[in-house]
T-cell receptor, first 115, second 117 residues
Framework: EPEVTQTPSHQVTQMGQEVILRCVPI?????FYWYRQILGQKVEFLVS????????KSEIFDDQFSVERPDGSNFTLKIRSTKLEDSAMYFC?????????????FGAGTRLSVL | AQTVTQSQPEMSVQEAETVTLSCTYD???????LFWYKQPPSRQMILVIR??????QNATENRFSVNFQKAAKSFSLKISDSQLGDAAMYFC??????????????FGKGTLLTVNP
């Protein structure tokens, strides 16, 4: 069964460093998402991406964040200068985008630890 | 903005028993979808069950069923014949059906379910 894959599973970085989180969505999906979950808190929407551009972003998704789909298969989230408060689990999701359910399938997540 | 509330941070159930997880939501929209996702210790969220707001009939998936009360904005999950593998964090999620939403999900804080042997 197709699944969303995310790498790495755990990323440790120093404050101020740039990190890139990678995702391979399900191949025939059209909508792509990033969510994050700070330990003990709810899963929060960061950004949605469709037709090679951001379609919606939350207040969390400030200028330090960017997304791209560089090669038609990968979907990346970049944090330019990490802060301690960026430490969280980051989930990638993809969906077909059909009217109706548009079920989102999630990856296993990347745990980002900013030291 | 829509909000989703799960009032039970933790629940426990004996194996083979039935447990109900609560979820309420707030929205001014009439068309939307509701979901329950399961997040086991491996941390990949898996869809458990979904409900369209326009359907009065409650969704069921094997041992999982929902009690959808649209007027009360309530969407509880019932797990029958609980199994050890049901132990996980359960998230209730809302998705607008309006064209401008891009289908983003709004999650509750989750309920951690423990299944005791």
């Amino acid at each position: 069964e197709p699944e969303v894959t995310q790498t790495p599973s755990h990323q440790v970085t120093q404050m101020g460093q740039e990190v890139i989180l990678r995702c391979v969505p399900i191949s025939n999906h059209l909508y792509f998402y990033w969510y994050r979950q700070i330990l003990g808190q709810k899963v929060e929407f960061l950004v949605s991406f469709y037709n090679n551009e951001i379609s919606e972003k939350s207040e969390i998704f400030d200028d330090q964040f960017s997304v791209e789909r560089p090669d038609g298969s990968n979907f990346t989230l970049k944090i330019r200068s990490t802060k301690l408060e960026d430490s969280a689990m980051y989930f990638c999701a993809s969906g077909k985008g059909l009217a109706g359910y548009n079920i989102q399938y999630f990856g296993a997540g990347t745990r980002l630890s900013v030291l | 903005a829509q909000t989703v509330t799960q009032s039970q941070p933790e629940m426990s159930v004996q194996e083979a028993e039935t447990v109900t997880l609560s979820c309420t939501y707030d929205t001014s929209e009439s068309d939307y979808y509701l979901f329950w996702y399961k997040q086991p210790p491996s941390r990949q969220m898996i869809l458990v069950i979904r409900q369209e707001a326009y359907k009065q009939q409650n969704a069921t998936e094997n041992r999982f069923s929902v009690n959808f009360q649209k007027a009360a904005k309530s969407f509880s999950l019932k797990i029958s014949d609980s199994q050890l593998g049901d132990a996980a964090m359960y998230f209730c999620a809302y998705r607008s059906d309006s064209g401008g939403s891009n289908y983003k999900l709004t999650f509750g804080k989750g309920t951690l379910l423990t299944v005791n042997p």
